[in-house]
């Protein structure tokens, strides 16, 4: 294999890699806690889109409560957006641990 070659090829997977990265912020996952009284919704980006609270837990008595509920949500759901850009990654690498890239969303 020459370096042309080579070059070409590490080319084709940067933008391969660029355009998973762009789809990858157009997916989103929601996390729960509480039984699905507290979602987080986030996208594949790392961002938080949305936090819906159930009317009927909102109470200052439960402020602490209501904090670890989103707290866990929050986490549930960059779990779950985290999992889907390794998913994405893994269908470029073709399950091939490549230093870099496969641990890009660890």
Known sequence: MDMNSIMQQAQQMQQKMAGIQEELKKKTATGSAGGGMVTVTANGNNEILSVNIEQNIISVDEQEMLQDLITAAT????????????EEMSKLTGGMNIPGISNMFS
Request: proline fraction near 0%; hydrophobic fraction near 40%.
């Open 75 to 86: 986490n549930d759901a960059l779990r779950k957006v985290k999992a889907i850009g390794k």
